[in-house]
C-alpha cells in the first residue's frame, strides 16, 4: 500500500483489565503499536489474547483501563462521550462478526445511516458507486433479514466505507461466512479500503485474510507478539536507540 | 430434584433475573386486586349505607290531598300494614322566617310489638308529643329562633296563618317537648331556610270546628308483602290500595329508592360494580398480556435453549404458569388488603367532608350521620371474587403467550433475530435521520404499537369520557340556578297564589312600591366592592276568566316575562314542541312555556289561546295569547314568556323588577355580604342569594360523588401508565444489543433519547389523539344520557379541560422521565456489554 507516511493509530501502554485480585484478567497488557495512513494491518491470535478488547479500543468503543489511543493525534482515550460518538461516524467505520445491521431499516438507510447521524450530505454518486461495487444495487430496498450472510457483511462494508471514514475496524468480518463467500468479501473490503484510500485493520483467524495485510500483529495473553510498530519505523525507532545510547 | 421442583426452580429464577419485568407484572396483578377489591367492598358499603338510609324513611309510598274518610278507610284496609298521616296547618309569619306548623300520627302500624296509638314518629329528647290545644314541641334552635327559652313547659307566642290564607291569628304555646338540636349556619340568609313545629290534634280540631280549617291530611304508608313481591308486584299493590280509597293514581308518590332496595336488594349496585370490575379486568388483562407477550418475543432464545437441553412443551407452559402464579401469590394478598383498607379508611372521610359541608339539606344529613362510621363492609365473597377475578385475569393473560412459547423451536430460537414483519423490503427514506430511525422501529412492529396505543388509549377514553360527566356536574351550575348573573341575587318575594286577606303580598301591589327603584340601586351601588347591579326581566302577573287548570292552581295568576331575540337561539336548543319564530310570535302575540312538566300537569297543548289579563300595578291591560311553544332550556326563565317586543308594546307603567343581580370584586366579597344581609333584613319582601352559599349547597352534593369517582378514574389511568412504563422499557430493553451498535456507529447520547423519546412522543400523541377524540364523543354522549336521566342535576355540557391537560402532562412528563431514567441505567453499562447482549 502506498502513502505510508503518516501515523494514523498509536497506542501507548495501552491496558485493559477486567475483574480484581486472583480473578484480575488482563485483556490488553501494556500495548504499544502504530498503524499508518492507508496500511492494511491484520492482528491474529487465538480465543481470549485480546484481539476484540484491543479493536474496541482503538475504536473509542472502550475505556482502556490505563494508556492512551492517539487517532489521527488526538488522545480518545480521555474524551466525552458525545465527541466519541462524532468520533465514530466521522473517523471509524466498523465491520462486526455478526453484521449486525439495523433490522427494521432497508439496504440504502443501513449505508447511509452514519451520514445521516451526523447530518452530513449524502455524496449520492459515491454511495451508488460503492453499493454497485459491493454489487448490492438490486438490493438496495431489501430488509435485512432478507439477505444471505454474504449480501448482509456485504451491507455492513458499504456502511463502513459510506462515511469516507479514514479508519475502518473489522472483528472476524468472514467469521460468519462460508470460505467462498469469506474470500470474496474479503477482497471486496481490501479493494474498497483500497480504492478510497483508507486504513483498515481486521481481526481475524484466518490464515489467508492475514497473508493479505500489508502488515500482521500477533497477540497473545493481551501482549504483542509480533508486529506492533511498521517495519520501516521500527528501524527509525532502532536508529532513535543506537543515536541515544551514543 | 424431580420435574415440577426443576420447573418450579426455572420459573422463580428466571423472575429473579428479570426484576423489572416481574416488578411490572406484579404491579399490574397488584393494582387490579386492589381495584376490584375496592369497588367490591364500595359496592357493600354503598348497599349497607342506602339499606340504612332508606330505612329511616321505611314507607312504601305517600298518598296526597286525603279526605278524612280516606284516611279513615285506609287506617282499617286489609293490605295497609303502617299508616301515617300528616297535615300542614299553617304557615308561620315571622318576618321572613318559613315555616309551619304540622301534626302528625301513626295511626297504625302491625309490626309495633306493642299497640301504641299515640306515636308520631317523632324523635324526642324530652318531653312529650304535643297534646292539648296549646302545646307545641320542635328543635331548640326553633324556639330560639322565633325568641323563646327553649325548655319543656316554657312560653312562646306564635302568628300564623291557617293553610296558609287567611287572616294572621296569633296564639300562646306551652312547650311539651323537645327534639334534638341543630346547629345552623350563619352565613346563610334566613329565608333560605325551612323551619317546622308540631302541634296537636286537638288544635286542628278546634280550628276546624270553627270552619277556619280543612284538613287535607296526607299521608305515608306501608303494605304487607315486602318481603315477597316484587317492585312491580309491590306498586300494583299500592295503585290497587289506593283505588280502593278513590284516591287518583297522580295524587300517589312511590317511594322508590326504598322499594328498590328491600325488593331488589343491590341489583343497580351490583350491575354497577359488574360492569366497572368487567372494564378493570379488561384492561389489565391486556397490560398482563403485553407485558408476558413481549417478555416471550425477549426470550425465545432463552426458551429455545431449554428446548434444545430437552424441555417439553408442557414444561415451558408450566414454568410460565408458575411464573403468573408466583407473582400473584405476592400481589394478590397485597392487593387484597390495600383494596379494603383504601374504601375502609376514605369511604367514612368522604361521608365526614359531606356531612360538614350541607348546612340545609339536614335530611341527608342527618341520614349520612346515622350511619357514619357504622357501615358494613366486610365481605368475604366479594374478597374471594376480587381473588378469583385477579388469578383469572392472570390465567387468560397468559394463554397467548403461552401458545407462542410451546411453539418455539429449539432451532428457530438460537438462530433467532427479531422478525415480527413478513415485510420483505421498506421503501425507506433517502437520508436516515433520528426521526426515521424512530418511525422505522415503531412501523417495524406494527401490530404491539397498535395494541399498546388502544390499550393505553382505551383508558384514557374511560378517564376523559367520565370526566365529561363530572366536569358537567358543576356546583357553580347549581348555584348559578339560584344566581344566574353576577355574586348576590336579591329577590322580592311575592305571594304565589292571589293573597285575598294580605292583598300587599301580592305582586301586582308589590311593584307599585317601587322598592327596586333607581335610589335603591344607587344605595347599594355605593356600598364599598359592589362593582355592578343589574335588574332582571321583569316579571307581570297574569290573570283570566276562562277555565283552566292553569290558572286554578295559583288562584288565578301567572307569571310572565320575555325573551330576547338572542334567547331565541337556546329556546330553540331545547324546543320540545311547536316552534319558536321571533317575529311571528311578536306579530301575532304568541308566549312559550318553558316547563315541560308544568305544561303536561296543567294539560295545555300547542295552540292554546288564552284571554288574559295583565296586571301592571292597579291598571288591567287585556291580553290575548296563543301558546306556540314548549321548551325546557338550562337558564331560568319565567314559566311564561312573550318576546321582547311584545312586552315592550304593552307600555308598562310600574317597574316590573323582581330580582336584582349585584356583581362584587373578591376583596369586599364578605363585607359586602354582611351589608346586603344588613339590608335585605329591613324588608320582609326581600330574599338575600348569595354565591358563597349556594356554592356551598352545590359542592356538597356535587363532592360526595365526584371524589370517589375521581379516585378510582385515577387507579385505573395508573394501570394505563404501567403499560406505557412496561412498552418503553420493553421496547428499550430487548433492543439494546441493536442500540449498542447503533451508538457504535455514531449515535450520541442525546440522539439515542431523542430517539427513544420520539418513540414515547408517538405513544403519547396516539394515545391522546384516541382518547380526545374518542373520549370527547363519548363522554358527551354521556353527558347527554346523564342529563336526561337527572344525574347530579347535570344540565350544562362542561368541556373537561383541566383533566385533559393534566392527562397530556402526565403521559408527556411520564414517558419522558422513563426514557430519561432508562437512559441513564443503560448508560452505567459500557457500550461493549451492550453489544454483546444476546450474542
Given at each position: ?246 | ?30 393494582l387490579t386486586t386492589m381495584l376490584l377489591t375496592a369497588i367490591g367492598t364500595v359496592g357493600v358499603a354503598s348497599f349497607d349505607m342506602n339499606r340504612q338510609i ?207 332496595t328491600?325488593?331488589?336488594p343491590g341489583t343497580e349496585i351490583i350491575a354497577i360494580v359488574t360492569v366497572i370490575c368487567l372494564i378493570i379486568i ?53 392487593g387484597l388488603l390495600i383494596g379494603f383498607l383504601l374504601p375502609y379508611l376514605l369511604f367514612p372521610l368522604v361521608l365526614w367532608a359531606y ?13 349520612v350521620?346515622?350511619v357514619t362510621g357504622q357501615i358494613h363492609m366486610f365481605s368475604l365473597p366479594v374478597l374471594f371474587a376480587a381473588?378469583?377475578a ?76 367520565v370526566?365529561?360527566?363530572l ?232 363532592d360526595l360523588t365526584r371524589n370517589p369517582i375521581y379516585l378510582l378514574l385515577s387507579l385505573i ?123
Amino acid at each position: 500500500m502506498k502513502n505510508q507516511t503518516n501515523t494514523i493509530l498509536q497506542t501507548e501502554d495501552l491496558c485493559k483489565y477486567y475483574g480484581s485480585g486472583d480473578n484480575l484478567v488482563k485483556a490488553v497488557d501494556h500495548i504499544d503499536l502504530q498503524i499508518m495512513q492507508g496500511e492494511f494491518v491484520s492482528i491474529i491470535g487465538k480465543s481470549g489474547s485480546g484481539k476484540s478488547t484491543l479493536l474496541h479500543m482503538l475504536g473509542a468503543l472502550d475505556n482502556p483501563t490505563s494508556g492512551k489511543v492517539y487517532l489521527d493525534g488526538e488522545n480518545i482515550a480521555s474524551l466525552k462521550a458525545d465527541k466519541l460518538s462524532t468520533i465514530r461516524r466521522r473517523k471509524i467505520g466498523f465491520i462486526f462478526q455478526a453484521f449486525n445491521l439495523i433490522p427494521a431499516l432497508n439496504v440504502w438507510e443501513n449505508i447511509v445511516l452514519p451520514l445521516g447521524l451526523d447530518g452530513k450530505p449524502l455524496d449520492e454518486a459515491f454511495i451508488e458507486d460503492i453499493i454497485a461495487t459491493l454489487g448490492l444495487a438490486e438490493k438496495k430496498r431489501s430488509l435485512p433479514n432478507t439477505l444471505s450472510g454474504g449480501q448482509q457483511q456485504r451491507c455492513a462494508i458499504a456502511r463502513a466505507i459510506a462515511a469516507k471514514p479514514s479508519l475502518i475496524l473489522a472483528d472476524e468480518p468472514t467469521g460468519n461466512l462460508d470460505t467462498k463467500t469469506g474470500d470474496e468479501v474479503m477482497a471486496l473490503l481490501k479493494a474498497s479500503a483500497q480504492k478510497y484510500g483508507q486504513t483498515l485493520v481486521v481481526i481475524t483467524h484466518n490464515e489467508e485474510i492475514a497473508q493479505m495485510a500489508d502488515r500482521t500483529i500477533m497477540l497473545a495473553d493481551g501482549r504483542i507478539l509480533s508486529g506492533g510498530i511498521p517495519t520501516d519505523r521500527k528501524n527509525d525507532a532502532k536508529e532513535a536507540v543506537f543515536h541515544a545510547k551514543n | 430434584m424431580r420435574k415440577t421442583d426443576t420447573v418450579f426452580h426455572l420459573a422463580w429464577q428466571r423472575l429473579r433475573y428479570n426484576k423489572s419485568r416481574t416488578l411490572l407484572t406484579g404491579i399490574a396483578i397488584l393494582l387490579t386486586t386492589m381495584l376490584l377489591t375496592a369497588i367490591g367492598t364500595v359496592g357493600v358499603a354503598s348497599f349497607d349505607m342506602n339499606r340504612q338510609i332508606y330505612s329511616l324513611s321505611d314507607y312504601h309510598a305517600s298518598f296526597n290531598g286525603l279526605t278524612p274518610k280516606q284516611v279513615q278507610t285506609l287506617s282499617s284496609h286489609i293490605r295497609v300494614e303502617a299508616l301515617q298521616t300528616s297535615e300542614t296547618f299553617a304557615d308561620i309569619k315571622n318576618g321572613k322566617m318559613n315555616g309551619v306548623l304540622t301534626f302528625t300520627n301513626v295511626l297504625r302500624d302491625d309490626r309495633a310489638e306493642t299497640a301504641d296509638s299515640n306515636t308520631h314518629a317523632l324523635t324526642l329528647e324530652e318531653g312529650h308529643y304535643p297534646e292539648a290545644e296549646n302545646e307545641i314541641c320542635s328543635s331548640p334552635v326553633f324556639f330560639r329562633r322565633v325568641g323563646a327559652n327553649p325548655v319543656v313547659g316554657g312560653k312562646v307566642t306564635l302568628s300564623f296563618r291557617v293553610n296558609g290564607k287567611g287572616e294572621i291569628q296569633t296564639k300562646d304555646f306551652i312547650i311539651s317537648g323537645l327534639m334534638p338540636d341543630m346547629e345552623i349556619d350563619e352565613g346563610i340568609d334566613d329565608s333560605r331556610l325551612m323551619w317546622a313545629a308540631f302541634v296537636s290534634k286537638a288544635l286542628l280540631q278546634a280550628y276546624e270546628d270553627a270552619g277556619f280549617y280543612a284538613a287535607e291530611p296526607n299521608a305515608t304508608l306501608r303494605v304487607y308483602g315486602e318481603e315477597e313481591l316484587t317492585f312491580d308486584e309491590m306498586e300494583d299493590r299500592i295503585l290497587s290500595v289506593a283505588a280502593d280509597i278513590g284516591l287518583e293514581e297522580s295524587h300517589v308518590n312511590l317511594n322508590k329508592e326504598y322499594l328498590s332496595t328491600v325488593t331488589d336488594p343491590g341489583t343497580e349496585i351490583i350491575a354497577i360494580v359488574t360492569v366497572i370490575c368487567l372494564i378493570i379486568i379488561l384492561f389489565s388483562a391486556l397490560v398482563i398480556y403485553s407485558i408476558y407477550y413481549v417478555g416471550v418475543i425477549t426470550d425465545v432464545q432463552e426458551i429455545g435453549k431449554l428446548k434444545a437441553l430437552g424441555a417439553s412443551r408442557r414444561q415451558i407452559a408450566g414454568m410460565f404458569y408458575w411464573q403468573g402464579t408466583i407473582v400473584s401469590a405476592f400481589a394478590i394478598p397485597a392487593g387484597l388488603l390495600i383494596g379494603f383498607l383504601l374504601p375502609y379508611l376514605l369511604f367514612p372521610l368522604v361521608l365526614w367532608a359531606y356531612r360538614s359541608g350541607s348546612a340545609i339539606s339536614s335530611y341527608s344529613r342527618d341520614a349520612v350521620e346515622a350511619v357514619t362510621g357504622q357501615i358494613h363492609m366486610f365481605s368475604l365473597p366479594v374478597l374471594f371474587a376480587a381473588a378469583a377475578a385477579s388469578l383469572a385475569t392472570v390465567v387468560v393473560s397468559l394463554q397467548k403467550p403461552i401458545r407462542m412459547a410451546k411453539k418455539v423451536s429449539p432451532v428457530e430460537a438460537i438462530r433467532y433475530q427479531e422478525n415480527t414483519t413478513d415485510q420483505k423490503s421498506r421503501k425507506g427514506h433517502h437520508t436516515v435521520k433520528v426521526s426515521t430511525l424512530t418511525f422505522a422501529n415503531l412501523t417495524r412492529n406494527k401490530r404491539r404499537t397498535a395494541v399498546t396505543i388502544l390499550t393505553m388509549g382505551l383508558s384514557c377514553v374511560l378517564f376523559i369520557c367520565v370526566s365529561a360527566v363530572l366536569s358537567s356536574v358543576s356546583a357553580e351550575d347549581i348555584a348559578r340556578r339560584n344566581i344566574p348573573k353576577g355574586d348576590f341575587r336579591i329577590s322580592l318575594e311575592y305571594a304565589h297564589y292571589f293573597d285575598k286577606e294580605y292583598p300587599e303580598n301580592n305582586l301586582d301591589s308589590l311593584v307599585q312600591k317601587n322598592y327596586f327603584s333607581d335610589a335603591f340601586l344607587s344605595q347599594l351601588l355605593a356600598i364599598e366592592g359592589v362593582e355592578k347591579v343589574e335588574r332582571a326581566p321583569g316579571i307581570i302577573l297574569s290573570s283570566t276568566d276562562m277555565e283552566s287548570v292553569m290558572y286554578e292552581d295559583y288562584d288565578g295568576r301567572q307569571p310572565l316575562s320575555y325573551f330576547t331575540r338572542e334567547d331565541v337561539a337556546e329556546l330553540s336548543a331545547y324546543l320540545e314542541q311547536g316552534s319558536i319564530d321571533y317575529d311571528r310570535m311578536t306579530a301575532n302575540n304568541e308566549i312559550v312555556c318553558t316547563h315541560v312538566y308544568s305544561f303536561e300537569q296543567y294539560g295545555l297543548s300547542i295552540g292554546d289561546t288564552f284571554s288574559l289579563t295583565l296586571h301592571d300595578g292597579s291598571r288591567e291591560i287585556p291580553f290575548t295569547t296563543t301558546l306556540t311553544a314548549l321548551t325546557q332550556p338550562d337558564s331560568n326563565f319565567s314559566f311564561l314568556i312573550m318576546t321582547e317586543d311584545t312586552w315592550n308594546s304593552l307600555g308598562l307603567t310600574c317597574d316590573p323588577t323582581t330580582d336584582i343581580y349585584l356583581y362584587a370584586d373578591d376583596e369586599h366579597y364578605d363585607s359586602v355580604k354582611e351589608s346586603l344581609l344588613e339590608l335585605v333584613a329591613v324588608n320582609e319582601y326581600f330574599t338575600l342569594y348569595a354565591m358563597d352559599v349556594e356554592l356551598k349547597i352545590g359542592r356538597s352534593g356535587v363532592d360526595l360523588t365526584r371524589n370517589p369517582i375521581y379516585l378510582l378514574l385515577s387507579l385505573i389511568a395508573v394501570i394505563g401508565f404501567i403499560n406505557l412504563i412496561n412498552t418503553m422499557i420493553t421496547s428499550i430493553v430487548t433492543r439494546k444489543k441493536e442500540l449498542g451498535i447503533l451508538q457504535a456507529l455514531g449515535l450520541s447520547d442525546s440522539q439515542l433519547v431523542r430517539m427513544l423519546s420520539g418513540e414515547g412522543l408517538v405513544f403519547t400523541a396516539g394515545t391522546l389523539l384516541i382518547s380526545l377524540t374518542l373520549g370527547n364523543f363519548f363522554g358527551y354522549l354521556f353527558y347527554k344520557w346523564a342529563k336526561q336521566e337527572h344525574f347530579m342535576s347535570i344540565s350544562r355540557y362542561h368541556y373537561p379541560l383541566w383533566q385533559s391537560i393534566c392527562l397530556a402532562l402526565v403521559l408527556l412528563g411520564g414517558q419522558l422521565l422513563i426514557t430519561l431514567f432508562i437512559g441513564q441505567k443503560m448508560k452505567k453499562e459500557s457500550l461493549i456489554e451492550r453489544i454483546r447482549n444476546q450474542e
